[in-house]
């Protein structure tokens, strides 16, 4: 696996925990903000080939 690649998965690990964390919270505003930031994270990565598990 190369650095981008590994990059991209670690990114997207951080950002389903953190979306998770912010809705478990009850910050709607977060939530939304790590939902995009996450949408744009997974669109790259299929844009790249990278599979990205469920």
């Known amino acids: 696996m190369d650095a981008f690649t590994a990059g ?3 990114r ?3 950002t389903e ?3 998770t964390r ?3 919270t009850g910050d709607d505003f977060l939530a ?3 939902q995009a930031e996450l949408d ?3 669109r790259l ?3 790249h080939g990278v ?4």
């Open 12 to 14: 997207i690990r951080t």
């Open 17 to 19: 925990t953190d979306l």
């Open 32 to 34: 939304d903000v790590e």
């Open 22 to 24: 912010a809705r478990e």
């Open 51 to 54: 599979e990205v598990a469920a």
């Open 8 to 10: 991209l998965l670690h």
């Open 45 to 47: 990565a299929a844009e």
């Open 40 to 42: 744009d994270l997974r």
